[in-house]
């Protein structure tokens, strides 16, 4: 099932391209039709590319990598942070620093600055700096905080870059293109498809367009992430499966060692048995032997004493 339909995308007007004179050739695949010198994008293939495009930015939530969301425009700044916070995914609104990508060293630099900035206010050491430093100092972090703040969680280069406007953003795009970084892009009919990974052709300037596109991407990626969560769930089930195995060897050895050991008791008093057998044998043979000589001894007694008598 599709992702969005064409009325969706038509309601939000990402139909709209731009005036004809402006038009860039390489998106003559995507155009439509031309009206009162307007070019009309094809949204069937806008649908298409949009489900082309949620199927590779989910795989790659799911193997646990990140997407850096740029979007500098004023229609896209607000729409942009608010969709893309909720799924814990780094996203540039303000300048788009240059280098960010290219030298992004220096960029974790600045961005350990401004923690070790927030360290510092919780220390006592804070209290003793003037106030002319303090000032200093909270402006420094303001400014860090306008221009990075979003990618404090962004520990190494990401693994792909989704551009609002290709045009705008070329800066952004050319130093992804350089480092082989994945791009996927909201395209206009001005601008260059060229270069980019993932072309969704659709109108890069209404809101309304903006916002249901890039909510696509983010329902994508909460769901590459719910899936990477089920399976660590389940590798951790698996896990402890396999940890129960381990140990029903162990203690099938130990119950043979302890019936082996029963059986030792066993045949340890099996062999006392008889002996004891044999010596009750052999005292109850003594004892019917002295009680016949004893009966024999009266015999006699008594023959003789007949005897007297007569």
Known sequence: MPRTDFQQLLDAGAHFGHLKRKWNPGMQPYIFMEKNGIHIIDLQKTVVKIDEAA????????SGRKVLFVATKK???DIVSELVSTVKMPYVTERWPGGMLTNFPTIRKAVKKMVSI????KDSSWEKLSKREKLQITRQRAKLEKILGSIVDLTRLPSALFVIDVM??????????????PVFGIV?????????????????????????????????IREGLQERR??????????????????????????????KKVEVIEEEVDTDVPEEMEELEEESEVELDEELEEEEDLDTDLDEEEEEEK
């Not at 199927?55 to 799911?62: H, L, M, N, S, Y």
């Not at 705008?168 to 293109?177: D, S």
């Not at 089920?230 to 099938?252: L, S, Y």
């Open 168 to 181: 705008k953003e070329k800066i952004a795009v050319k130093e992804a293109q350089r480092l082989g970084i």
């Open 55 to 62: 199927a590779a930015i989910k795989q790659i939530a799911r």
């Open 230 to 259: 089920v399976e660590r769930d389940k590798d951790d089930v698996d896990g402890d499966i396999e940890g129960d195995e381990e140990e029903m060897p162990r203690r099938a050895r130990r119950t043979r060692k302890t019936v």
């Open 188 to 220: 206009d009919t001005n601008s260059d498809p060229n270069g980019i990974d993932f072309v969704i052709p659709a109108n890069d300037d209404a809101s309304q367009s903006i916002q249901l596109i890039t909510g696509v991407m983010v329902d994508a």
């Open 75 to 77: 229609q896209a700044k």
């Open 118 to 121: 927030d360290k510092m206010t």
